[in-house]
């Protein structure tokens, strides 16, 4: 949100909670932008916005898509995206990208994969939260999905585009975890670490398509066998394989029954209701972390504290519990 709109309206917080209220995209935009901003006046807007919509979120059903880059997540988010807004729901997708180096050119690239979705006006796409702070990026993108239930999206899609960590972090605030993998991968799993694969909820074999298909029903009938072998999972569910082709819109429908089915099944037992408590009180202890880290680090002076104690401890001249001490008292 830039200086001009605060300037035109003095009520500008309460301006921009009724629109997003009404569901109307560019103050979701603006909203989104207001929560990224790293100004210290922008964090108290954005603490007073939050709490000021708290009541209108967690309705929606947040569903996170990992993959190796390639694999047809934003192909198939496409595809599945449109899918559902045809079926009369409204469909919000972020990205979570933990990569600092990444061009404005690729996030480009993304959006006109979605080119039919973003042209939608029951879907919104927003692939900005990136970063090279893991941690301040998963804020953004759990604030960016409240704000989007409170413009009333129903359905949350939260794609990785980094590899590594960011796997974990978006697990931790979804209530479904889609993988999608390609067939003829080899053995070590296309770098897909096996920790992964136990994080999903669901594995689709995406490019079952043209001479794919062979390869890709073999592809299925081995992860199949892998997933058998796991332990189960806390929400109680067989982990469904299925198949694919996001280019030719097949599996999409198959794969959205399962992911209803869950739905039925989370809320039915309870899970849906404890996984989320459970990640709302893991996000609270990560930002008593972040802020205790924040004040630390930008203490006045910190920088010339800590590398007089980096180079007395780097020539043994103190020890490594005295130079915290010190710091600390
Ligand atoms: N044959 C085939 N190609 C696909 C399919 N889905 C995606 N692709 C292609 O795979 C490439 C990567 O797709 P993209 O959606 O950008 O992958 P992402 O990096 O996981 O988001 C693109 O060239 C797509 O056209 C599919 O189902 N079948
Ligand atoms: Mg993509």
Same mark, same amino acid.
């Given at each position: 949100?830039?200086?001009?709109?605060?300037?035109?309206? +003095?009520?500008?917080?309460?301006?921009?909670?009724?629109?997003?209220?009404?569901?109307?995209?560019?103050?979701?935009?603006? %909203?989104?932008?207001?929560?990224?901003?790293?100004?210290?006046?922008?964090?108290?807007?954005?603490? $007073?916005?939050?709490?000021?919509?708290?009541?209108?979120?967690?309705?929606?059903?947040?569903?996170?898509?990992?993959?190796?880059?390639?694999?047809?997540?934003?192909?198939?988010? $496409?595809?599945?995206?449109?899918?559902?807004?045809? &079926?009369?729901?409204?469909?919000?997708?972020?990205?979570?990208?933990?990569?600092?180096?990444? *061009?404005?050119?690729?996030?480009?690239?993304?959006?006109?994969?979605?080119?039919?979705?973003?042209?939608?006006?029951?879907?919104?796409?927003?692939?900005?939260?990136?970063?090279?702070?893991?941690?301040?990026?998963?804020?953004?993108?759990?604030?960016?999905?409240?704000?989007?239930?409170? %413009?009333?999206?129903?359905?949350?899609?939260?794609? *990785?585009?980094?590899?590594?960590?960011?796997?974990?972090?978006?697990?931790?605030?979804?209530?479904?975890?889609?993988?999608?993998?390609? %067939?003829?991968?080899?053995?070590?799993?296309?770098?897909?670490?096996?920790?992964?694969?136990?994080?999903?909820?669901?594995?689709?074999?995406?490019?079952?398509?043209?001479?794919?298909?062979?390869?890709?029903?073999?592809?299925? $009938?081995?992860?199949?066998?892998?997933?058998?072998?796991? +332990? +189960?999972?806390?929400?109680?569910?067989?982990? +469904?394989?299925?198949?694919?082709?996001?280019? $030719?819109?097949?599996?999409?429908?198959? %794969?959205?029954?399962?992911?209803? &089915?869950?739905?039925?099944?989370?809320?039915?037992?309870?899970?849906?209701?404890?996984?989320?408590?459970?990640?709302?009180?893991?996000?609270?202890?990560?930002?008593?972390?972040?802020?205790?880290?924040?004040?630390?680090?930008?203490?006045?002076?910190?920088?010339?504290?800590? &590398? &007089?104690?980096?180079?007395?401890?780097?020539?043994?001249?103190?020890?490594?519990?005295?130079?915290?001490?010190?710091?600390?008292?």
């Amino acid at each position: 949100m830039d200086s001009t709109f605060r300037r035109t309206h +003095p009520n500008h917080l309460q301006v921009l909670k009724e629109r997003l209220l009404l569901g109307e995209r560019v103050y979701l935009s603006k %909203a989104i932008t207001l929560v990224e901003s790293k100004k210290a006046e922008d964090k108290i807007a954005s603490s $007073e916005l939050i709490d000021g919509i708290i009541n209108n979120t967690g309705k929606s059903l947040r569903i996170g898509i990992t993959g190796v880059p390639g694999v047809g997540k934003s192909t198939f988010i $496409e595809a599945f995206g449109s899918m559902l807004t045809g &079926k009369g729901r409204k469909v919000a997708v972020l990205s979570i990208d933990p990569s600092s180096n990444r *061009t404005r050119g690729s996030i480009l690239g993304d959006k006109t994969r979605m080119d039919q979705l973003s042209r939608d006006p029951n879907a919104f796409i927003r692939p900005s939260a990136s970063g090279s702070n893991l941690g301040g990026v998963a804020q953004n993108t759990r604030e960016s999905i409240l704000l989007c239930e409170a %413009a009333g999206f129903d359905i949350i899609i939260i794609e *990785t585009v980094g590899v590594g960590q960011s796997e974990t972090v978006v697990k931790g605030m979804v209530d479904y975890f889609l993988l999608l993998m390609l %067939a003829g991968g080899g053995d070590e799993l296309q770098g897909i670490k096996r920790g992964i694969m136990e994080m999903a909820d669901h594995i689709l074999i995406n490019k079952a398509d043209k001479e794919n298909i062979k390869a890709a029903k073999k592809a299925k $009938e081995d992860y199949k066998n892998a997933v058998h072998l796991f +332990p +189960p999972n806390d929400a109680d569910w067989i982990v +469904p394989v299925g198949l694919c082709s996001a280019i $030719e819109k097949s599996g999409i429908n198959e %794969a959205w029954d399962q992911i209803e &089915k869950y739905e039925a099944v989370s809320k039915e037992n309870g899970w849906l209701d404890i996984n989320r408590k459970n990640q709302s009180v893991e996000w609270f202890h990560e930002r008593i972390h972040a802020r205790l880290e924040d004040s630390f680090y930008s203490r006045p002076g910190i920088e010339d504290e800590l &590398k &007089k104690r980096e180079e007395l401890i780097s020539s043994q001249k103190i020890s490594v519990r005295k130079a915290v001490d010190e710091l600390f008292s």
